[in-house]
């Protein structure tokens, strides 16, 4: 709660308000990396919104096409768009496609 307490105040004056989540998940496999971005972009609202679901920032990111912040969201909601479920998502579908038969 400190933490959104001075985001809040350092954003207080700014009408430009963008922003995103980012994770990158790195794997290596025999000496290759291979990385996965998820992204989730959005907005920091001017004040929490805090449905009770979500943990750090959630209750003041307001995702992008949304009009609830991801603390309102439910659990199933918000894995459905977040950059984490992205960034496995991307990581799954490249081990189903490069090791269908093959182990690693």
Known sequence: SAN?????ENMRNQQERS???RTVLALCINGNEHLFEGK??????AEPRNGGQG????????P?????SFA?????????????????RKM????????????I
Request: aromatic share 12%; glycine share 6%; charged share 35%.
């Open 4 to 8: 959104i307490s001075r985001l809040l």
């Open 19 to 21: 922003a995103q989540f």
């Open 40 to 45: 989730c972009e959005g907005e920091i609202l």
């Open 55 to 62: 943990f750090g920032y959630d209750p003041v990111f307001k």
């Open 64 to 68: 992008k096409g949304y009009e609830r």
């Open 72 to 88: 309102e969201m439910s659990s199933e909601e918000k894995n459905k768009i977040s950059h984490r479920s992205e960034a496995i």
């Open 92 to 103: 799954c579908e490249f081990l189903v496609e490069n090791f269908k038969t093959s182990r």
